[in-house]
């Protein structure tokens, strides 16, 4: 009697193609023997045979889209000569042979689905079956590469990668990348600004980032900083006044004070924020803390700490550690708007723009003011658009009316 050689349950995605048949009509085959690959947008699978004897018919072609349906008819594996059933009667059958072949017919590589959280037990690297077959060529430590197919697993192409770069190493030359081009020179990521990567890679994979802005007029606030700095004798920047009203807008509204972990929105008591500074390592945020608590001298003198110390790559490892929300000043790079990756585990980042001349009504009259563009970005996981206007409102109302909010203090 004859087997079918069906499609088992592979989590894969609900079409896909045959890419190759490993196996001749005709040829004899092995209870086990991969005698089919699949592929789907998301995944890779093997097909085994059910059973020793011959592939005696196939029914798809190679090329051709499949559905991939549990229990649909790709082959038949029997004795030699045996007669085969048509793809009629097989659909037919449906319901019994899907039980029977989801038993007999295992995929030889774990499926990996975009749908499916990776499987952290094997002990062993997940390869595509192309991978694996290009394994069987070259002589590769497969702990040396960095898979790039889903959920992690090694490709063809990261093992052409890896060869690649490999030769070009041997030669003591940089390797070609794209065509015809040439790679001058090859700067590995190394360190904190490694670890930079990939918090903020991981973040803007994983988080629902949702951007709002809002002009706000700092005509007022400059007058008022220029009042602070004769009272207290002490010349604060624009930065340090924002600093601190960012700081009373996060007491204000602690559902932006906050991390987000396993499922859980902490709200933090200590308001500590970050404040991105482009270093000779590059865009680092060191930590100010308790930034409302501080009086602006302090605040003003905190700022300047740090970032000098960022500037002359003498910071500790400690000043950046416990942030619970980020500023960064794009403006110093002539820039209005910025859509900033939040930094991990906070919820939200705050993006100053430049400061610029914009027509502005009040009282029904228009004139033009210094003006900056705030650029608010949330987790959408746990804030919403009516929070980011609640924010960028309540900041406005601050920087608009500097006077009342510090008298009010």
Partial sequence: MVDVVRIPKLGLSDAGELVSWEVDVGAPVSAGQVVAVLESEKASAEIESPSEGVLLTTYVEEGDEVAIEVGRPLAVVGADGEAVPSLEDLEREGASAESTASDAVKSAV????????????????KTTPRAQRRLQEVDVDLTTIEGTGPQGAITEDDIEAY???????????????????????SRELSGIRKTIADRLSRSAREKPHVMGTREVSIERLERVRARLDEEYDVALSLNDLLLHFVGRVLEDLPAFNAHFEDDTHELIDEVNVGYAVDGPRGLVVPVIREVPRRSLPELSEARRSVVQRVLDDDFDP???????????????FDMD?????????????????????????????????????????????????????????????????????????
């Fill in 337 to 409: 708007v910025s859509y900033s990756i939040i930094n991990p585990p906070e919820v939200a980042i705050l993006a100053i723009g430049r400061r610029k001349y914009a027509p502005v009504e009040r009282d029904g009259e228009v004139d033009f003011e210094s003006v900056i563009t705030f650029s608010l970005t949330i987790d959408h996981r746990v804030l919403d658009g009516a929070d980011s206007g609640a924010f960028l409102d309540r900041l406005a109302e601050y920087v608009e009316s500097p006077g009342a909010a510090l008298d009010a203090r």
């Fill in 110 to 125: 774990t499926p990996v689905s975009d749908d499916e959280p990776p499987d952290t037990e094997r002990a062993d690297v």
């Fill in 318 to 332: 400690a000043d950046l550690r416990g942030g619970t929300f980020t500023v960064t000043n794009v403006g110093v």
């Fill in 163 to 185: 060869l690649e770069t490999r030769e070009a190493e041997t030669r003591g030359q940089a390797p070609a990348t794209t065509g015809d081009l040439t790679v001058t020179e």
